[in-house]
C-alpha cells in the first residue's frame, strides 16, 4: 500500500485529533507541513479547492475532512478500534458534538488576548493581521464568539466531561475510541498551546488527567516530506478502486456528472470534478491537475453540499 501522507500543520487542533489516532493506531506516516491559511497552492493542487486542514493522501487519493480520515485509518489498522461495537453509533454522535459544538467556543476562549499573544508568536504585524483576516472571511465574515461567553459555555462542556469521566478513564470506557479524540483536540489546544490561558481546566482535574492519558499514546511514527514530493506521489499513482458499494442517490444527480462539493458551513471553497461515488457515507470526485496527475478527491456526506455543474 502507499504511504498514509498527512498535510497539516503543528497548531490545527484538527490535525492533532489525527495524529492522535494516528497515535492510538502506532501508524507509521508521512508528514507534509501546510500554510496556515491561504494561498495553499500546493493543498489546492491536491484537493481541487478545499482549504481546510487537515487532509489526507494516500497515492492518487486524498480524503477530506477529519471524519472521513478516521474512517480511512480504521479501515487501513482496524486495531485498536475507534468505533467500538457496543456504542458505535454513541461514539460518532460524541464526536460530532467535540468536532462541531465545542470547537467554536473553545478556540474563541483560547483567542482572548494573552491566548492570541501566543498564537501568533513571534509573527510579525502583518502576519497577524492576514492571519485574522483569512479567518474571518472563513467565517463568512460572522464574529468570533464573545470570550466571556465562550468562558461560561466552556467550563459546562468540561464539568460534563468530568462527569463522564468520573468511574472510567476515557469517556465511554475503559479504552479510548472516536469521542475522545473528537473532544479532545480543542482542549489540546488549551493546554499546549495557549497555556496563559489553561488554568480553566484546573477546576476539572478529570479532564486533564484523561488528556494526559491521551497524549501519552503519541502521534505514531512520522517522516516529513516536501510538498512538492508529496505531489510527485499522486501524479505517479494511480486511484485506488472504489469499494463496491450501492449508489445512493440524493440529489437526481448521475454517477459520470461533472459536480461541485463544498463544505456547507465555513471553509466553503468548491471542488470540482466528475462524480465517480456517492455511497451512504462518501462522495468521491475524479479530477485532473497540472501537477497532482488524476486523482480522486473523497468527502464525507455529512456537512457537505453536492451540486450538478450547470452547463
Ligand atoms: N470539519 C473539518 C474542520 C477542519 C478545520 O476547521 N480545520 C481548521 C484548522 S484546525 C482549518 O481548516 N483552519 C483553516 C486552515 O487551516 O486553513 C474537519 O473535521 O476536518
Avoid at 482542549?187 to 491521551?214: H, M, N
Wanted: hydrophobic content about 40%.
Amino acid at each position: 500500500m502507499s504511504d498514509i501522507i498527512l498535510h497539516h500543520y503543528p497548531t490545527s487542533p484538527f490535525a492533532e485529533k489525527i495524529r492522535m489516532v494516528l497515535g492510538f493506531k502506532q501508524l507509521s506516516w508521512k508528514s507534509v507541513i501546510i500554510p496556515m491559511m491561504m494561498p495553499k497552492p500546493d493543498v489546492v493542487a491536491l484537493s481541487g479547492g478545499y482549504r481546510r486542514t487537515p487532509i489526507l493522501q494516500i497515492g492518487a487519493d486524498v480524503y477530506c475532512d477529519t471524519a472521513l480520515i478516521c474512517d480511512v485509518l480504521e479501515h487501513l489498522q482496524p486495531q485498536p478500534p475507534l468505533y467500538p461495537e457496543s456504542h458505535k453509533g454513541l461514539a460518532r454522535i460524541v464526536a460530532q458534538w467535540g468536532d462541531s459544538l465545542t470547537f467554536n467556543p473553545v478556540m474563541a476562549f483560547n483567542f482572548q488576548p494573552s491566548g492570541a499573544a501566543e498564537i501568533m508568536g513571534n509573527n510579525s504585524p502583518e502576519w497577524a493581521k492576514a492571519f485574522v483576516q483569512d479567518r474571518q472571511a472563513m467565517r463568512g465574515g460572522a464574529p468570533r464568539m464573545n470570550s466571556s461567553d465562550a468562558a461560561a459555555t466552556y467550563k459546562s462542556y468540561l464539568r460534563r466531561l468530568s462527569d463522564m469521566l468520573t468511574d472510567q478513564p476515557f469517556l465511554l470506557g475503559d479504552q479510548p475510541c472516536i469521542a475522545d479524540f473528537s473532544a479532545a483536540h480543542p482542549i489540546w489546544f488549551t493546554q499546549y498551546r495557549t497555556p496563559s490561558v489553561a488554568g480553566v481546566l484546573d477546576a476539572t482535574p478529570l479532564v486533564k488527567s484523561w488528556l494526559e492519558r491521551i497524549m501519552a499514546l503519541g502521534h505514531g511514527q512520522s517522516t516529513e516530506i516536501s510538498s512538492e514530493r508529496a505531489l510527485a506521489i499522486a501524479q505517479s499513482s494511480t486511484p485506488a478502486a472504489l469499494a463496491n458499494e450501492p449508489f445512493q442517490d440524493d440529489h437526481g444527480i448521475p454517477l459520470g456528472s461533472e459536480v461541485v462539493v463544498a463544505a456547507d458551513t465555513f471553509g466553503t471553497e468548491p471542488t470540482t470534478g466528475q462524480l465517480m461515488a456517492a455511497t451512504r457515507t462518501r462522495l468521491t470526485l475524479r479530477r485532473s491537475d497540472e501537477r497532482a496527475g488524476t486523482v480522486h478527491v473523497h468527502f464525507p456526506r455529512i456537512g457537505f453540499t453536492l451540486k450538478k455543474v450547470s452547463p
